[in-house]
């Protein structure tokens, strides 16, 4: 076993991967897959709306029925090296930096349970080169343009392309927790992430896009079942971090006009949050699921003449989700609707549909053979975060905009983020993505075609641009790729990726260099070229 470990070591920094495939929230998309192929494995995840995933979730699935009191479950690691060439760009990688250049993240975990102790340790280290992206010059055309980003972005949400300008060396808790099992409830305190709903690349409340963050944590250990169903739920009480930098616009905009830049409450932000699933018994395989988040600060502010008490700012969101599973069609169809600003209920959606964000996709599977050992999958995914309505970004009278943007906040500045990355969907505020991707399966090999359209903060763009003509100039990042992973031992899992993208209208501005009206722009389009490499190595305990 030891000739395994070292030999794994020194193989690591010669593979391409993409971090996704072997995080612990993507390894749950093989059970998922095998729910959907109506083998065996279907009875085994029955009523498993698999749209609460994490490490533990994941484990829970995986364990085997305790033989002694004390167990030891699992031991992995794993190693990752991103390079971005040109643009620090990155989605759904929890600690890994969007970052120019190269970068690695080391996890090491140890997962044991002792009577009702559930314990999982599994830190994670990253350092990143973090050199510079192309600089910004603003826009040559409008000499208020940093005013307008930071009117309508910066002010209302730390959302950075970049940590500072420094080398980074950072310490994760990672996906570790101390939980107490009581039968079908689990509960104590954890960093790992958390994915709420259906999507495979978006979610509107909860993705591993950022860094886990401190919570509590009360959930169900696999589906209870009642008269009327069965359910899932996970609820969540946390700690969100604030970034210790400022963004990388600040340093244009501050000596031009320091004043236009919003002071920040830089104190602890708390987040409640819950989502529950619901699987009507009258109706098999449909899951209908319900999420909600709320933010505020902690304030020293006491208790006011007729409040008895403290009133902190706050945010909150909510969201519907469904996921509809075809075992004998080897097929699903999902959904997620929601709103920005508020606890919402069915009468929202008819009272003020223009704010409403959606994710909607589906899959189907086409197996290979008549033992069905391997198929082809064909995954879609829309969505859409941009504000429907012109007349919420732009306010009747010139100046500054409305903000009613997904994600930020008039009242909580830093908007739903921890440590200025997005808790929620990766395209962020005012985006939309469309996505496709068509694969090989066989076990845990796979073989992936990608491709994606996104429109980042069209809401940016409307209140820029809307009216003006200019309708050449929306960012838009194309991206298309190739992933694989591999198991080269029944413990070892290899991951390898390269994928291209191109940013064309890098920060809404289109410089001209005498190209066609819609052809690129060498002055303000960018080509990025960006490599993975991952390797995992996972031995349960019962080996």
């Not at 988040?293 to 909510?318: I, R």
């Not at 009272?351 to 050992?373: A, Q, V």
């Not at 990726?497 to 209208?505: D, E, G, K, L, R």
């Not at 890098?506 to 960006?530: F, H």
Request: one cysteine or more.
């Amino acid at each position: 076993m030891v000739k395994y470990i070292v030999g794994l070591l020194l193989v690591t920094c010669s593979l391409f991967g993409q971090t996704t495939l072997l995080d612990d929230i993507s390894l749950t998309d093989a059970l998922r897959n095998a729910q959907l192929m109506n083998g065996a494995d279907s009875l085994k995840y029955q009523n498993q709306s698999f749209m609460i995933r994490s490490t533990s979730a994941l484990q829970e699935l995986e364990s085997v029925a305790l033989k002694k009191s004390f167990q030891l479950e699992n031991i992995s690691f794993s190693h990752t090296v991103q390079n971005n060439n040109v643009m620090p760009l990155g989605y759904n990688e929890g600690t890994l930096y969007p970052a120019v250049g190269f970068q690695r993240r080391w996890s090491l975990g140890v997962h044991l349970r002792w009577k009702f102790l559930d314990i999982n340790l599994q830190p994670e280290w990253v350092i990143a080169e973090n050199s510079p992206p192309p600089v910004f010059i603003g826009n040559p055309q409008d000499g208020n343009y940093i005013t307008r980003i930071f009117f309508m972005i910066n002010n209302q949400i730390d959302y950075y392309s970049q940590f500072g300008e420094a080398p980074l060396k950072t310490f994760f808790p990672g996906q570790s927790r101390i939980a107490f099992q009581l039968k079908n409830i689990s509960t104590g305190i954890s960093t790992e992430n958390n994915w709420w709903g259906p999507g495979f690349k978006n979610s509107l409340m909860m993705t591993n896009e950022a860094s886990g963050f401190l919570h509590y944590f009360l959930q169900t250990r696999k589906p209870v079942i009642t008269p009327v169903g069965s359910f899932e739920g996970k609820g969540i009480v946390g700690m969100l971090e604030n970034p210790s930098m400022l963004s990388p616009e600040d340093k244009y905009f501050r000596p031009l006009w320091a004043g236009g830049i919003e002071n920040k409450n830089n104190s602890v932000r708390m987040l409640k949050a819950f989502m529950v699933n619901w699987q009507p018994k009258w109706v098999p395989n449909f899951y209908l699921g319900y999420s909600f988040a709320q933010q505020n600060y902690f304030t020293n502010d006491g208790p006011q003449s007729g409040k008895p008490f403290v009133e902190n700012p706050k945010m909150q969101l909510g969201a519907f989700l469904f996921r509809f599973a075809l075992p004998r069609d080897h097929a699903e169809f999902f959904g997620e609707f929601g709103q920005p600003d508020k606890l919402v209920g069915p009468s929202s959606f008819f009272g003020d549909s223009t704010k409403t964000g959606f994710i909607i996709g589906g899959r189907k599977l086409f197996p290979l053979g008549k033992r069905k050992k391997s198929f082809i999958e064909f995954e879609i995914e829309f969505a859409q975060l941009q504000l429907m309505n012109p007349a919420l970004v732009i306010k009747a009278t010139a100046g500054e905009p409305n903000r009613f943007s997904w994600y930020t906040s008039t009242e909580v500045r830093q908007g739903y983020t921890q440590n200025a990355k997005l808790l929620g969907a990766s395209i962020g505020p005012g985006s939309n993505s469309q996505t496709i991707n068509l694969s090989w399966h066989r076990g845990n090999n796979l073989i992936r075609l990608h491709a994606e359209r996104l429109v980042k903060n069209n809401d940016f763009y409307v209140y820029q641009y809307y009216g003006s003509g200019y309708t050449n100039r929306y960012w838009v990042n194309l991206m298309t790729g190739v992933e694989a992973q591999i198991q080269v031992r029944k413990y070892v899992l290899l991951g390898g990726s390269v994928f291209q993208t191109s940013v064309n209208n890098y920060m809404w501005v289109r410089i001209e260099d005498g190209s066609g009206w819609s052809d690129s722009s060498t002055k303000s389009d960018y080509t990025n070229l960006q490599w993975q490499a991952s390797i995992k190595y996972n031995l349960h305990g019962s080996r």
